[in-house]
């Protein structure tokens, strides 16, 4: 039967299968897929190698979605060797090949086991239906292999194969897979080295040259014999290749602190999304953020959350339950395991990577216990654990619900903070984020906690008298802080109330301001508009343009902001009201997206005087207790919502501005009195006490920011004011943003039908 002959009745089969097979009356439920996001639009994915500043800490940073890249963009010779080794027919075929299935079955049958799976079913078992060993999987690969082969062009095929290969050592995407074996851009790979990343299609997983070096070199040098039977290559090139020894270069280190790697993630993320995508050479990026500011910030925060809420269990099983288990877990019922494991998740969460325990019993001397082992999936099993890296003040209970975390590569117990934080610390007169903690502990959260949306209370109240400033209300203006109702929807109103229950009566802005009175906000917010305050609070970087609600909530904090956003807003009134987008990364030209141009929100005037109401917050408002003889002049602002969920404080100085968040995970209020000044506002103190032991910070903020004796500013009082300093001037408009760079160009002379020949509950406070 001639080639033409059996893909004619592959379609036909193919076509057969999809009508009853998976009909009406099959038995085979297809997948939901959206080819579309599979092949041509599926969402663009970064990888790059992020650097500190000084060059000694590095960590690959990946997106979920793998690095895309067309095929003109790798080396002819590694298309030619994909092509050889996994489907020698496409992309003549119609999805899949009897040919290729029933070569594969011969050789099986002579001792040779192999697959006859073509690119275009590799890629829907690695996008859509995964690698169960069924006939219904097979069945359902083969229909959608077909369809998508009649759909798509085989250069949006084989990119989609590429993208979604595994190649080893933590790598999605052919992409990434030069630097991840050989520390090496596509373009440098020799013949032998693009072989040997062909093969690892196979099977990555036992085709590693450090575990396996033999069966690694046999897959390469099949590869290259594949090239040489279909003429692909020279004999004499083949010859040298196979002769070459494989050496790989070593894993490197993953030194990073994984909260600036998850900062620079979420970054790389906004920008592949809006530039559709990164280069497709890895690049090594350098971050902004200094390991020396992250350590201070990350211990600041750390004393603080255990001072607050030192760590502990995350809960406990009830006792009944423990019973139920008897003296020998391993022969317990597995009902009551899963009703054990019921319990544990409703308090914690676990994974594969990030496991929870029940403790069942201590070992001797009490540096190890019996636990219930429960990786999320499954019923726990009994394990042993270390208890080594509890805190000396927590005494564990039988019961107790626990962590599980590797330290140095051995997994032990890990207490669970009962508050969470993150802390920012950033230089305003660029941008760059200098310091990004997420969480109490990275290795037991990935949560980055400075990127989450909460309420910010009343720290968001500096941009509503900004506001009124810029509209022309004198700082000293009258406010009236006296019950007040407003109007709502089908006949209801809102009557907002101070923290405490209080009033203040009739007081200047300034005191209304540093006393934190809701009263005073939310009529303010109604003389001059919440539209302006919500204006002034966009421009500054605190929201999206269009991002805060338009209501007089808003003026309490009630519209969501991230600390990252929220920080870098303050950073815009200690420039004299220049607003720069904040960014973990250095400027860098293979980033998509011109450079955010900066914005001045208000004249410097308005700014100034806004400034000297956040010296007073500090000097004598909410904020003076946290402070009281600090080395450093500060401004800033708490923030405490709605029934203590959220604590917050942002500190600014001249060239820097520092931002802290406390509270839950859960959204479950915090103990009354967690007010910003409380929990958050001590954590600012802490980091610019130590920066300026550390002769980082001077009491006058970073050097050079204000001319000298500038800062602070002066406490207001009815009728006095100081001129504002010379504050920096408007930078020029940035010229054109410099395009991303490309990958490897050359000629691509495999033929390929499809592809280019020839291109490569309580008030708010």
Do not use: C
């Amino acid at each position: 039967m001639s080639s033409l002959a059996l893909t004619t009745l592959a379609t036909l089969a193919a076509a057969f299968v999809a009508t009853t097979a998976t009909g009406p009356l099959g038995a085979i439920d297809l997948p939901a897929v959206d080819l579309d996001r599979l092949v041509p639009r599926a969402p663009p994915g970064f990888e790059a190698r992020v650097v500190t500043p000084d060059g000694r800490e590095e960590r690959r940073v990946r997106s979920r979605e793998p690095l895309r890249a067309p095929p003109e963009a790798f080396p002819p010779a590694f298309l030619a060797a994909v092509l050889a080794a996994e489907d020698q027919r496409f992309p003549d075929h119609p999805g899949i090949d009897p040919l290729a299935a029933l070569s594969a079955l011969l050789d099986t049958a002579a001792g040779d086991m192999r697959g006859g799976s073509t690119i275009t079913q590799q890629m829907v078992k690695n996008l859509a239906v995964g690698s169960a060993p069924t006939l219904g999987r097979k069945l359902a690969e083969a229909v959608l292999a077909v369809r998508a082969h009649a759909a798509y062009a085989p250069r949006d095929i084989l990119a989609a194969y590429l993208a979604s290969a595994w190649f080893g050592r933590g790598t999605t995407g052919a992409a990434a897979a030069a630097a991840a074996w050989f520390d090496r851009p596509w373009s440098e790979l020799t013949l032998a080295e693009t072989a040997f990343l062909a093969g690892l299609l196979k099977g990555a997983g036992h085709l590693d040259p450090d575990r396996a070096p033999d069966l690694a070199r046999a897959r390469r040098d099949y590869v290259l014999d594949r090239l040489a039977a279909d003429g692909r290559a020279d004999p004499a090139a083949i010859a040298a290749a196979r002769a070459s020894p494989l050496a790989v270069a070593p894993p490197r280190p993953e030194t990073l602190d994984p909260w600036i790697a998850r900062t620079v993630a979420a970054e790389l993320a906004e920008r592949a999304r809006a530039g559709d995508g990164l280069p497709f050479e890895v690049p090594t990026l350098v971050a902004t953020i200094d390991p020396v500011w992250q350590a201070i910030a990350s211990e600041a925060l750390a004393a603080r959350l255990n001072a607050l809420a030192p760590p502990g269990p995350a809960g406990r099983v009830p006792p009944e339950l423990l019973a139920v288990l008897g003296s020998d877990p391993a022969r317990a019922p597995p009902a009551a395991l899963e009703a054990l494991r019921e319990a544990a998740a409703r308090v914690l969460l676990a994974s594969p990577a990030a496991p929870r325990a029940v403790l069942l019993r201590r070992l001797a001397q009490g540096a190890a216990w019996e636990v219930l082992l429960d990786r999320g999936l499954g019923l726990p099993v009994p394990a042993t654990l270390p208890a080594t890296d509890l805190p000396a003040a927590y005494w564990p209970l039988p019961g107790d619900i626990l962590a599980v975390r590797a330290t140095g590569g051995v997994a032990g117990l890990r207490a669970v903070p009962a508050l969470q934080g993150a802390a920012v610390v950033l230089d305003p007169r660029t941008g760059a984020i200098l310091a990004a903690v997420g969480g109490h502990d990275a290795q037991a959260s990935a949560f980055n906690r400075a990127l989450a949306l909460r309420q910010p209370g009343s720290s968001i109240k500096a941009f509503l008298y900004l506001a009124a400033l810029a509209a022309g209300e004198p700082f000293d203006a009258a406010i009236t802080d006296q019950p007040i109702r407003f109007p709502g929807a089908g006949g209801a109103s809102w009557q907002p109330q101070n923290y405490g229950g209080g009033h203040y009566g009739r007081m200047p802005l300034y005191s209304a301001l540093e006393r934190s009175s809701n009263i005073a906000a939310v009529r303010l917010a109604d003389r001059i508009g919440i539209e302006a305050m919500a204006a002034m609070a966009e421009a500054a970087g605190v929201y999206p343009a269009g991002g805060m609600t338009r209501n007089l909530v808003a003026a309490l904090g009630a519209s969501e902001v991230t600390l990252v956003a929220l920080t870098a807003g303050y950073g815009a009134l200690v420039t004299g009201g220049l607003a720069r987008p904040p960014s973990a990364l250095r400027p860098d030209p293979r980033l998509p997206g011109p450079p955010a141009p900066v914005r001045r929100i208000a004249d410097p005037e308005a700014v100034w005087d806004v400034l000297a109401m956040l010296r007073g917050v500090v000097v004598r408002g909410t904020a003076a207790g946290a402070f009281a003889g600090h080395p450093v002049a500060v401004a800033g602002k708490t923030g405490t919502s709605q029934d203590h969920r959220d604590a917050w404080f942002v500190g600014i100085v001249p060239g820097l501005a520092v931002g802290v968040w406390v509270g839950r995970d859960d959204y479950r209020p915090m103990a009354a009195g967690m007010t910003g000044g409380v929990a958050a506002a001590p954590v600012v103190a802490r980091i610019l006490a130590e920066a300026h032991a550390r002769g980082l910070v001077g009491p006058e903020g970073m050097a050079g920011a204000l001319p000298p004796g500038a800062w602070p500013p002066p406490l207001l009082a009815p009728g006095r004011r100081s001129p504002a300093p010379a504050f920096p001037p408007l930078p020029a408009a940035p010229g054109p943003a410099l395009a991303a760079a490309g990958g490897p160009g050359g000629g691509n002379g495999i033929g390929l039908a499809g592809l280019p020949a020839a291109a490569a509950g309580g008030p708010l406070r």
